[in-house]
């Protein structure tokens, strides 16, 4: 029984069986429509005929070795530089959380400005910056302005995971001796980043796919290898089968980190739940051992132990 909606009738389903026929007719006619579409036959600049995006002549480049070569070495530095970027974006989140959460205004008025002066900057307006002033080189420019905005938006998510655990936790902290920084450390810093996790997973998925912005400022990327240098090179009529590949990979390593995000946030999430059955558990048999000592004791027994 439904408590939220009401259960629909006949004639809600047979309503919402015909717009999902409708829908589904709609989007097949659609994808039918942009598959004959890229088939058909057009004409370049000069008038002259050329085959349709599907011929099998534009997908020849497929089979040769010095394309995927160059595939590999764009994804190589694609990687590279979302590496980089990542671990000194996860550095810089903790930095400006530490700087957010501060009792001091000295301190985290400050980090309040640079939180909203770096998630408010363009990225690609931060590497050109970074490149022009520094003359960093393109790869450091990417990695500066990637680790700086993305660490941004994560030191925000931290911060919000530190301001929703239980305020007694750090009191317990302080209580048993340890200092502000090893409570934020030892206490709330794991609990912080396990109920943040699937968002800081999430926003380094977006680090990934922004390096592509990096062919901007001339650093050899997946987007520049393949489609600015790729129809220099091997010839501009396969220039959809460049944007395709460029698309299955990105779509494919993006994915690939989706699903690593999922399955650590799932196990991240049984652990923690797993443990708290296991001190709730271990709670109930101390309570049914020390309910069992008492009754094993007699009346006698709790008589005198009360005198």
Known sequence: MSVLYDVPGPRSRRLSLVLSLVAGALIVAGLVALVLFLAAPRENAGGVEQPGMLDPSRWVILNDRAFWRAVARGLTATLQMAAAGAVLALAFGVLLSLARTARS?????????????FRGMPVLLLMLFILLVFSSGAYWAGVWALALYNGAVIGEALRSGIASLPRGQRESGLAIGLTPLQVRFAIEYPQAFRQMLPIILAQLVVLLKDTSLAYIIGYPELLNIVLRQGPTTFGSQFFFT??????AVYLGVNLLLSWLARFVARRTSAAHGSARRARRTARVLAQLGGAGVEGARGPDERGSSGH
Not at 105 to 117: D, G, H, K, S, T
């Open 105 to 117: 205004p000295f301190v985290r008025v400050p980090a309040i400005v640079v939180v909203e002066f």
């Open 242 to 247: 460049f944007f395709f590949v460029v698309w």
